[in-house]
């Protein structure tokens, strides 16, 4: 039953981006911000894979902002960097060139290049086709047009496309291979939904992450079907080539929180404390508990980074004004944000719901579209085409610095925890011999808490007690937690009661669980937090504009079971306070704990950071006025002269010598760098070679 509902929502959901969204993308909206659209929409009918959908986001706004700066003679291209030709106008008997018709045809034919290559694998690759087929027609444009020979916009945009996909095609991601990486082998087997018995037989240690077994049937968070036993998704990208982030070393980490506590060493109680304050959030996912929260911005929220100790906004920081009370039942509220932050509102994953908070913060008729609050208002295309660019290396460069940290720590998720500890036994009291206490003891089980970690005994078990219908467990853990998924999710509640750790189940839906990647560090949390950084920084405030977003969940519209009870209005000041929302739902929705989360929101500030002061560079031409250093080191014995210098991934370099410093000659050719390692070795100095420099070029030449 639960199977049908599932494949007749998958259905539906198609029909309406079918029939709903491709078609209506508003005619006053920006090319570049069409295109956007597109790609989100295309996003939305594929399998959610988030390092994969940011890098396809970055991508085609390097595209489209490569194909806007061709016309501007102070911007420079991220990848492609030449002078864009605009057509031949008369206005008025006066002849002009029409640069914004130039631009609007380059771009379209850059990104739609770009789309149809990435998408043409894609699980909704039919329909995504013919979408962007009828946006070119819409536009003007002749789809078919794919060459790239001389200077008619269309050309450009294609020779755009040409180097943005050749330049990154072998950045790591696997791409040819449709992203499977075969040289990662998790630590454990694969732990069988159905079977939770057998837990113990194949989790050898839940610090490190399992991949998932199911038994008839798995999909994905957008109702898609996938592989009964889990794969790591993107579990190298450790190698894909980033925006921003530096690293030491090819294989290190770009941002490094520190190890994650582990069951069994220094880390142990924390360890234990984690997965408890998960069960204490599953326990509160029960409306009939009439527990409320106030979630207004006034009390609610405004945490220092990495931490949650926010006591709300008092008054609205932008107006002044005092904001309303916002009570909501805490069990709708837990389930609200844990099924809205899940991939977005329409399935589009983090990275892309991001560029959805981007458009809608431009569309509000309060936003003026100053870069950074100051200077002149720029038009719609300028605004998106910068906004894209930033936002997307910033959404990027977070799926490349959270999935090295997950691949690298390989950390475990809750539901091994829970399980494993669970199965185990308790680790809090040893028990007198004989004692059920001493029975079920290990050092590894969970930490008893009154109401919510318990051991069954006969007395609990007997009728009318707290574990009457947990009899045939006598002797075994139960916890307080949500009781799963119901036979009928549309009216039905799952509830919370007394269950068997061993049996427990994130709130999620029973055919996907839990992500198929290892939690360490919070993609969601990273993600989330980079883009906030970059609406801060490009509008020039924290704060939405007003001071005030609010989305209203409408009653009974929650997909794994009834609810909300009531409509719910999620409501924030800041873009900090969003970002910090979607980490914290990743807890309620029982896929990640508390080192997973707030270590991710420090590492996406840094990575959102230096995204945008980096994309910023390219949009003043700052970027090729740094000055090149480097190291230099003679080594007499050998003899050898080497150079070190920092390079900027996409930019060309070559490395020069001479003896007097008027003559100078090439020791290398023009060379694009696809790392922030630049290196020449000269094996046989002599003193011909008395000095050396670097030049720079945005297009080897």
Known sequence: MIIQFQKVTLLLKWLILVIVFFPLISQSDSVARKWNEQNLNAIRLDVPHPPVHARNLFHVSVAMWDAWSA??????????????????????????????RAR??????????????????????????????NQMITLGYDESNNSIEGDSPAALGNRIANTVLSFSWNDG???????????????????????????????????????????????TQNGI???LIQNFQGSQWFMVRPFALRRKSPSGLYDDPGPPPILGTSGDQKFKDNINQIIRYSS????????????????????????????????????????????VLRADYGRVIAEFWADGPDSETPPGHWNVVANEVADDPTTTRRIEGRGPAVNDLEWDVKCYFAMNGAQHDAATAAWTCKRIYDYGRPISMCRYMGSKGQSTDKGSPGTFAELTYDPEGLKLEAGLVEIVTPETALPGQRHEHLSSSIGSIAIYAWSGEPEDPESDLGGVNWIPAMNWLPYQRD??????FASYVSGHSCFSRAGAEVMAKITGSPYFPGGFKE????????????????????????YYDASDEAGISRLWGGIHVLVDDLPGRVMGARAGLRAYELARKYWDGSIMKEPVQFSFSRDTSLPKTTLNWDRTIGLFYKVQSSFDLTDWWDETEWTRAEDIW???????????RGFYRILRSTNGS
Do not use: C
């Open 225 to 227: 079907e996938t592989d």
């Open 551 to 574: 989305y209203v969940i409408p009653k009974g519209s929650l997909e794994f079971e009834y609810g909300p009870s009531e409509d719910v209005k999620l409501q924030w000041a800041s």
């Open 284 to 327: 509160w996912l029960d409306p009939r508990d009439q527990v409320e929260m106030n979630i207004s911005p006034q009390i609610y929220a405004n945490n220092t980074l990495g931490r949650m100790d926010g006591k709300g906004h008092g008054n609205n920081p932008v107006t002044g004004d005092p904001y309303s009370e916002n009570k």
């Open 678 to 688: 630049g290196k020449f070795e000269d094996a046989s100095p002599s003193p011909e």
């Open 173 to 219: 991601s696997g791409e040819a291979e449709n992203y499977v990486d075969l040289t990662y082998e998790p630590q454990n087997d694969p732990l069988p939904l159905d079977e939770p018995r057998f837990t113990l037989l194949t989790t050898s240690d839940p610090s490190y992450w399992q991949p998932l077994a199911f038994g008839d049937f798995a999909l």
């Open 104 to 133: 609007k045809e380059a771009i379209s034919f850059a990104a739609y290049r770009v789309l149809r290559s990435r998408y043409q694998n894609s699980v909704g690759a039919d329909v995504t086709r013919e979408a962007l087929i």
């Open 71 to 100: 016309f501007d003679t102070v911007a420079v291209g991220y990848l492609h960097n030449e002078l864009g030709v605009a057509p031949d106008v008369e206005n008025d008997g006066v002849d002009s060139t029409d640069v914004e």
């Open 511 to 516: 055919t996907f669980v839990t992500p198929a």
